[in-house]
């Protein structure tokens, strides 16, 4: 098993910045690939960043050039940065690892482990 946890969501203006967290515990060896997932109110959740082990990194479009993301393999802990933050990126964000099915990656149903999510709102 693996736990996740998710910190550091909270209030923004638009254009601001913030930078979550997501700290892996567990057998963390079967975490190669972390990604990062979004769920809008009355949205279904989707892809935002993924990050594998090898330092290969993918974006959707709608945030490429804003987020960044990263991971430090000795804490076990994941990084989302967010920068110019505009009120659409208001969701729930998600970590999640445990990715069965390699090449789908941005299929939410293809990860096995999940955490529980913290806020994020950006005001206009």
């Known amino acids: 098993q693996v736990q996740l946890v998710e910190s550091g969501g909270g209030l923004v203006q638009a254009g601001g910045s913030l930078t979550l967290s997501c700290a892996a515990s567990?057998?963390?060896?079967?975490?190669?690939?972390m990604g990062w997932f979004r769920q809008a109110p009355g949205k279904e959740r989707e892809f935002v960043a993924i990050?594998?082990?090898?330092?290969?990194?993918r974006y959707a479009d709608s945030v490429k050039g804003r987020f960044t993301i990263s991971r430090d393999n000795p804490k076990n802990t994941m990084y989302l940065q967010m920068n110019s933050l505009k009120p659409e990126d208001t969701a729930v964000y998600y970590c999640?690892?445990?990715?069965?099915?390699?090449?789908?990656?941005?299929?939410?149903?293809?990860?096995?482990?999940w955490g529980q999510g913290t806020q994020v709102t950006v005001s206009s």
């Open positions: 567990g057998r963390t060896f079967n975490t190669p690939t």
């Open positions: 999640a690892t445990g990715l069965g099915i390699a090449s789908m990656w941005q299929d939410q149903k293809s990860y096995r482990y």
């Open positions: 990050s594998w082990s090898v330092g290969i990194s």
